[in-house]
């Protein structure tokens, strides 16, 4: 379980190798990530490449200023929060009950090969299942819509239809994702002391009360982590996912903010615009990202600093 | 209104050079005319003029001089045994020739190549010769990135380099020129690209007893038929009348709307003479209300909106469809490979319908939309020049005269080594056509039909196209028939064409506001023809213009 520990000064001379082993990967942080963010000064120029950050004009908020008066934004932004938290609700809630479910499975090779099926999709990149995926939910002849024709369902246009994309988008990326997500928690399954389950047992308590109150308590601060991890990611509805799969019939409910930056930035070429937008996204996720540790500290106790 | 090309337009480009390797001709007969002038640099090049001489230099440099250009790789571009994309054909003929060495300073998969430059370009790191689109080009114009290109253009470009790209009273080059200044080539694609010709399943048309259409409202009675009479006498309700994918500016969209004398996705002239968005006028209302009618009795495919062109390509190979408004090279691709699949499908070729019958006025694109360009940093902008100059001889020339020796033996290389590889796809610098080339062949190859006289082939394409492609038979035979004798006769009935009122440079609303408002014209469109009311039209031309588009027509307005 995890708690808050409380270091103690640090002993330089006998830790310093360690500290030695940490510089590499520093450094890449800084070069990688920490360097890059000078470009965000295009947010705020007219970019001209031949000028550079510093030679290029100054337009101020600008950039900021036309975005906001986009009739876009207020789309993107609604629908990329409508389907991360969706998908955020969904990616927690099915990998839990589905670890859950497989540890209560005795029989080992059947545990493995389920978990193996499962896991599966997660390494099928989106491009790929952008293709399968609009020969699966086609109208005609599609899998999926003949399947519900058997209960006199459909046919439904899954990828064209704005009333069921978002759905759609939630529900595949669910599937592709939870057997590969369900590995943390069944990490954390197995982590849990065989002394309280024995304890619970004496105390006459059924299988039911035994997940309900040793399992679930055990596994609890992992799915609080979990969680908190991904409300700081609350912005990416899923570039790959989308871009594969969406439409100008599903602009309404689909377009995202990083699909729009994707079309005003890389085919457009309207660098400041797109990286206006990009740092408005950034800028969202930071905050968001720390109240919810701010959330996570206060009522899991989990802190990571 | 130049506009990003929707992917089915690149389609479009990459299987138009198909037709193009299959025309080359084979003329062995012009070999021994002027060798000396390509080798040696004194040689007077034909018709020039006498102080340019002196200095110009058509032939091999002295020197090597070297060259970085941005180079794709992907479907349609294959290299025979030894060759690749750094040295094969191209690469080895430009350096024995004119003593140009290529070389590749990146290499991308072809679909990812725009997005490639346009990183190049921000970035500032630019190989030496580019080939961009519109959009592209003005973005490096405003950003200091590139060469002026006027005087070496002048003094080295040949006759037949000139005479081809300068077609049609120098229209490409307009979009290039700036304040006196020339920053980009064009590379001319064939004018019939963008142009409209309906293909008709004949044998459907007979099993059902019916007429190739001529008005809307026969085509409305055959679309009918095909979708509910089964034409392909399997006992399924199956098949598809008229072919449509997603996107704007797709050929079955443009010919529909053409009757109606809509031309969206352009700038159009209204009537009193001012300068207006095709999309937004009331004929594009009739025309959507008319599509609307199409899809609601089941005339496309009701994922249309969702599919692109090659699910269009895959139906029509598979013999799903019975119509299809395509361009004058589709019987190489994919007509011929539904005759692969159905040996007894017919397809013959037929000016698209209009309102009462009368004469059709299809939209036309312009048949340069891009244009090489070359960094401001590179010494030897004229290699450029050179280049074209070969590639012209080589390519499209039929009296090669600085360079027949390199003629012979591309062609040499098309009927032997590359044959059947799209070896034109990868010319140095970058491949481009003729764009009135495979309209004069089909010319001649009618008369000679006609007339059975064979001094009617004068062109060396024209007797290749005849002798070695039309007379051996076989499917490639009964492609071409159907493209010169046919598609390209529909093309020439055409007897006018309505082109964009403004071929100018994109103006800075159209690069701001460009991503919106197609946005907004795709969802409206699609959802129309899907069943929404038509008054999302009205809606949409509000929008359209609250939106930008009042500032592009504004900004058009005073550049012109």
Redesign the interface.
């Known amino acids: 379980m995890l708690r808050y520990i409380r270091f103690k000064p640090v002993n330089w001379r006998r830790n310093w190798p360690l500290h030695l082993m940490l510089l590499p990967g520093l450094a890449m942080l800084a070069v990688f990530q920490y360097v890059p963010m000078v470009g965000i000064v295009i947010a705020f120029q007219d970019?001209?490449?031949?000028r550079?950050f510093f030679g290029s004009e100054w337009v101020g908020l600008e950039h900021f200023e036309?975005m906001l008066s986009?009739?876009?934004t207020a789309t993107i932004v609604m629908n990329t929060l409508i389907i991360a938290v969706m998908k955020i609700i969904m990616g927690l809630l099915v990998p839990v009950v589905f670890a859950l479910l497989l540890n209560e499975i005795r029989h080992h090779l059947v545990k493995r090969t389920v978990q193996t099926m499962v896991y599966f999709p997660h390494f099928l990149s989106w491009v790929i299942l952008g293709g399968i995926l609009?020969d699966v939910l086609?109208?005609?002849g599609g899998a999926v819509n003949q399947i519900l024709s058997w209960f006199g369902l459909g046919p439904y246009?899954f990828?064209?239809d704005p009333g069921l994309f978002r759905g759609v988008i939630v529900v595949t990326d669910v599937w592709k994702e939870f057997g590969f997500s369900a590995i943390i928690y069944l990490a954390a399954l197995s982590g849990i002391n065989p002394v309280l389950y024995e304890a619970a047992v004496m105390d006459g308590a059924t299988r039911w009360r035994q997940v309900w109150h040793v399992t679930l308590p055990g596994i609890m601060p992992i799915v609080v982590l979990m969680a908190t991890l991904s409300i700081g990611g609350i912005l990416n509805a899923g570039f790959d996912q989308i871009f594969n799969l969406y439409?100008?019939?599903v602009?309404?409910t689909g377009?995202i903010i990083d699909t729009w930056v994707y079309?005003?930035g890389?085919?457009?070429?309207?660098?400041g615009?797109a990286t206006a937008v990009g740092l408005f996204k950034s800028v969202v996720g930071l905050v968001l990202i720390s109240v919810s540790y701010w959330a996570a500290s206060r009522f899991a106790n989990y802190r990571i600093f | 209104m130049p506009r990003?090309q929707p992917s089915t337009k690149s389609w479009l480009h990459l299987l138009t050079v198909i037709t193009l390797t299959t025309t080359v001709a084979c003329s062995t007969g012009n070999t021994t005319n002027n060798n000396s002038s390509v080798n040696d640099p004194a040689a007077t090049p034909p018709d020039s003029n006498n102080t340019v001489q002196e200095e110009t230099n058509l032939g091999a440099y002295p020197e090597t001089v070297t060259v970085s250009i941005g180079a794709s790789v992907g479907a349609g571009i294959n290299y025979p045994e030894g060759e690749s994309v750094e040295d094969n054909i191209h690469t080895r003929l430009n350096k024995e020739m004119l003593n140009i060495q290529y070389e590749n300073k990146f290499v991308v998969e072809a679909s990812k190549m725009?997005?490639k430059i346009?990183?190049a370009?921000?970035?500032?790191d630019l190989p030496d010769v580019l080939l961009v689109g519109a959009?592209?080009l003005q973005?490096m114009i405003?950003?200091?990135?590139l060469a002026d290109l006027s005087s070496v253009y002048d003094s080295y470009a040949s006759d037949e380099l000139k005479r081809n790209l300068e077609y049609q009273d120098r229209v490409s080059f307009a979009p290039a020129e700036m304040d006196g200044k020339l920053y980009g080539i064009p590379a001319p694609k064939d004018y019939g690209n963008s142009i409209p010709v309906m293909y008709i399943r004949q044998d459907w048309l007979d099993e059902l007893g019916l007429e190739p259409p001529q008005t809307m409202d026969e085509l409305t009675a055959v679309a009918k038929a095909f979708v509910e009479n089964d034409p392909d006498q399997n006992g399924q309700k199956d098949t598809y009348a008229i072919s449509l994918e997603?996107?704007l500016n797709t050929l079955a969209m443009d010919a529909i709307a053409a009757a109606y004398g809509a031309y969206p996705g352009i700038m159009v002239e209204d009537e009193s003479g001012n300068i207006v968005y095709g999309s937004t006028q009331p004929q594009m209302k009739e025309a959507l209300g008319k599509m609307q009618e199409l899809y609601a009795l089941g005339a496309f495919d009701?994922?249309f909106?969702?599919?692109d062109y090659s699910v269009t390509v895959e139906k029509i190979m598979a013999g799903k469809v019975g119509i299809l408004f395509g361009a004058f090279w589709n019987p190489l691709y994919p007509l011929r490979q539904n005759l692969e699949n159905e040996p007894d499908a017919q397809w013959n070729a037929y000016p698209i319908p209009t309102l009462d019958g009368g004469e059709p006025t299809p939209k036309a694109l312009p048949f340069t939309n891009e244009w090489l360009v070359v960094s401001k940093d590179f010494e030897h902008p004229e290699a450029i020049i050179k280049s074209m100059n070969l590639w012209t001889d080589m390519f499209i020339s039929s009296t090669p005269e600085l360079f027949p020796e390199a003629q012979t033996r591309w062609y040499e290389a098309l009927s032997g080594t590359h044959k059947g590889l799209e070896a034109h796809n990868y010319a140095r610098p970058f491949f481009f056509d003729s764009p009135f080339g495979n309209l004069e062949v089909g010319r001649e190859l009618r008369e000679y039909q006609a007339t059975n006289d064979e001094s009617k082939l004068v062109s060396a394409k024209a007797k290749d196209v005849y002798n070695n492609q039309i007379k051996p038979g076989g499917l490639q035979g009964w492609a071409m028939e159907k493209m010169y004798y046919e598609a390209e006769a529909v093309l020439d009935s055409y007897e006018s064409l309505t082109y964009p009122a403004f071929v100018g440079a994109a103006t800075p609303s159209m690069?701001?506001k460009?991503?919106?408002l197609g946005?907004l014209e795709?969802?409206a469109f699609?959802?129309i023809i899907?069943g929404a009311s038509l008054d999302t039209f009205d809606e949409f031309v509000t929008?359209y213009h609250k939106?930008g588009g009042d500032d592009i027509l504004e900004e058009i307005q005073s550049a012109s």
């Open positions: 970019f001209v490449p031949t550079g036309f986009l009739p876009d609009v086609s109208m005609n246009f990828l064209g439409s100008p019939l602009y309404k377009d079309r005003a890389l085919l457009d070429m309207q660098y615009l | 990003r725009s997005e346009n990183l370009i921000a970035s500032n959009e592209q973005k405003k950003n200091d990135q997603s996107g009701p994922e909106g969702i599919k690069l701001s460009g991503s919106t946005k795709s969802e699609v959802n899907m929008k939106l």
